[in-house]
């Protein structure tokens, strides 16, 4: 006889109530669903589910208890031709799971079938979803609530971030808990960032081609779990106590917590891929299929998760991460499929939904605004409250510094964080996200070292990794180079810094970019869990962080930076001059010379001089002191007339 009661069809998921557990799993074409209990040896005990409300099939297990592994077997039809791939020889993870044991190896039993039905148990090796219960001691934790106008992102993965720093202790390095330690909090405050935006840390699954290559998903953009804390960065044997004391002292610091989330597609690949969790409960529900039942494949990873149909399960997933981990945040990898109809619409019932959500819409969001389906470029797109990964900006800056390709109009466009794409329907300029780099490209150092992308240890013959990057060796391709290039070198990354630093909008910088920090040309480094992505801590380029720290607690000085509205040709907040103070004309806007000034706030003027030339500007009337980063031992406590060094940027600040 069963021991399941009825139980209830919410809330989703496995739910301990101090008496018992509540299993419920949405499967709209389910015929019967199992739930596959696991003792400590790893004995299976199968009750089908007793009840079924609308799509939900649901029990209660009395005297179940927290620890508790579990798995479901979901049957139905096998009709791939319709969409339908249920498999109950393979032992599914709950797509509402908190906690997941176990990980996927690239073993044939995983695999659930293509055009016939795989008929090999997998449940000896598959990974087991756990019943948790939600004790932490939270204290009078509190959001930070940084504004968006005073926000400064910081993108870093938490492994890479840590495992090399020699002054946190051993045990934790590469942690959740390094990421709450003095050390690391010391940094960040320091540095002056307000936001730690985290590589995916919902559990993830290795591909089995990176598998049988002996890497691995070292970013964690290959999702099996989206409820999930991943456990390979637990220090200790809890890892969602851990993650939460983390986010706790960084709350105590002042400093927002941001998640990578992945809502565009699943571990499970293309249709030969692993069976491990939604193709099994309900296939045509979760993903975008073809007429012919095959996978939309709109984010070159195989299969596309149909958040439209799916979006109850996408935002009740989002809530539980801001109410169990306190999360300040989310980043959407692939963003447009959240939008998808399957055309973009910036209307969808996704978007609608999450703006009139009382907890959600009180958080930061950002979307990466591409995918690869049709018409997957929809950046300034999105609808509020999304800022937005301005890709224009990052390209444009790269060309004007390093390229000279870029007239005085557009780089100004840019730098006053992208009007014409972002100032529609109300957004505000905080909706630009302002980057140089990210963990998907060159850093910084190596976008002023190499060329050409060198990917070979990726497996793929180099083939993989954005090509078109607009870096520039400055004449030596590699990190060893003649002194008088490492100083061209060294001024390239100060004048970018200062742009992405001292522009309107929202700026993002890449965790080891204030270091000096290599991937030695690799610019797709996903798949490399080793020194060529750590951040060496052993290897800091001194004279650069205390550079980048200064220009970030510069910007907190400058209203015109901080009050996140749009700059108006009568206010203020922006000026426009040329070398002579006056202001731009015509063919001034259209010319590439590269030599302007900004004139911000009224108090505040930058001198950009991207020639190879000392270039004199003259400045506009008043006395201006050059004031650090930029006032060195030989600067004049005041000027009129300032020689500007080539390839460089200059503030001052107007005296009273």
């Known amino acids: 006889m069963s021991p399941l009661l009825a139980g209830k069809p919410t809330p989703a998921g496995a739910v301990y109530d101090g008496k018992g557990v509540n299993f419920a799993l949405f499967s709209r074409h389910a015929e019967r669903v199992e739930l596959c209990l696991f003792d400590k040896s790893g004995k299976e005990t199968r009750w089908a589910l007793p009840a079924r409300t609308g799509d939900v099939w649901h029990g209660y297990l009395s005297e179940g208890e927290p620890g508790q592994r579990y798995g479901y077997r979901v049957h139905g039809p096998w009709q791939p031709e319709n969409g339908h791939r249920f498999n109950a020889n393979k032992l599914l993870i709950d797509p509402c799971a908190l906690a997941v044991e176990g990980t996927v190896s690239d073993d044939a039993r995983f695999l659930g079938g293509e055009r016939e039905r795989e008929t090999q148990d997998n449940a000896a090796i598959a990974p087991k979803s756990v019943v948790v219960s939600g004790d932490f001691d939270w204290e009078n934790d509190r959001p930070p609530r940084v504004p968006w106008g005073s926000t400064v992102l910081y993108e870093a993965h938490v492994r890479g971030l840590t495992l090399t720093h020699p002054d946190l202790p051993p045990e934790i390095r590469g942690t959740y808990a390094a990421l709450g330690h003095p050390v690391m909090i010391a940094h960040f405050t320091r540095l002056g960032i307000t936001s730690l935006e985290l590589l995916p840390v919902a559990c993830f699954a290795d591909e089995p081609r990176l598998l049988q290559m002996g890497l691995s998903n070292y970013w964690g953009y290959n999702p099996m779990a989206l409820w999930a804390l991943d456990e390979r960065y637990a220090a200790g044997d809890c890892a969602r106590n851990e993650f939460r004391q983390a986010v706790k002292a960084l709350h105590q610091a002042g400093i927002e917590v941001i998640l990578d989330v992945v809502f565009n597609h699943t571990a499970e690949l293309e249709e030969i891929g692993p069976t491990l969790s939604l193709r099994g409960v309900d296939n045509k529900s979760y993903y975008w299929l073809d007429d012919h039942g095959g996978y939309q494949n709109w984010t070159g990873c195989g299969n596309t998760l149909n958040v439209s149909q799916m979006s109850a399960w996408t935002l009740d997933c989002l809530r539980y991460w801001v ?17 998808r109809t399957p055309d ?4 969808a019932a996704f978007f609608t939904a999450l703006a009139a959500d009382p907890l959600l819409s ?17 950046m300034g797109n999105f609808p509020g409250p999304f800022a937005e990964w301005n890709d224009r900006f990052r390209d444009v800056m790269r060309r004007f510094w390093l390229h000279g390709d870029v007239a005085n109009g557009e780089f100004a466009r840019r730098f006053a964080a992208s009007a014409e794409d972002f100032s529609d329907a109300g957004r505000l300029p905080s909706a630009s996200v302002n980057l140089l780099t990210a963990h998907d490209g060159f850093t910084l150092r190596d976008l002023l070292s190499f060329n050409d992308k060198h990917n070979d240890a990726n497996g793929e013959h180099n083939r993989d990794g954005h090509g078109s990057n607009f870096s520039h060796n400055h004449g030596v391709e590699g990190l060893e180079a003649p002194e008088s290039v490492l100083v061209r070198r060294r001024d390239s990354a100060r004048a970018l810094l200062a742009t992405l630093l001292l522009s309107q909008g929202t700026p993002m910088l890449l965790a080891g970019d204030e270091l000096g920090n290599t991937q030695h040309g690799n610019n797709n480094a996903y798949c490399q869990d080793n020194a060529l992505s750590w951040i060496d801590w052993q290897a800091i380029d001194h004279d650069l962080f205390d550079f980048t720290a200064a220009l970030i607690h510069l910007r907190r000085r400058i209203p015109a930076l901080q009050c996140d509205s749009w700059w108006q040709p009568d206010d203020n907040n922006v000026k426009w001059l040329d070398q002579y103070a006056q202001p731009l004309n015509a063919d001034g806007w259209q010319h590439s010379a590269h030599r302007l000034q900004i004139h911000l706030s009224h108090d505040w003027i930058f001198t950009l001089n991207a020639t190879e030339e000392v270039c004199d500007f003259l400045l506009p009337q008043g006395e201006w002191c050059a004031i650090p980063p930029f006032a060195g031992d030989d600067n004049p406590t005041s000027t009129t007339v300032w020689h500007a060094p080539p390839h460089g940027v200059c503030a001052f600040h107007k005296q009273s």
């Open 323 to 339: 109410e169990a981990y306190h999360v300040d945040g989310f980043r959407f990898d692939l963003a447009p499929v959240l939008g």
């Open 362 to 378: 009180t958080c930061k969001m950002i979307a990466e605004p591409w995918d690869i389906g049709p018409n997957g470029y929809q």
């Open 344 to 347: 973009f619409r910036r209307d």
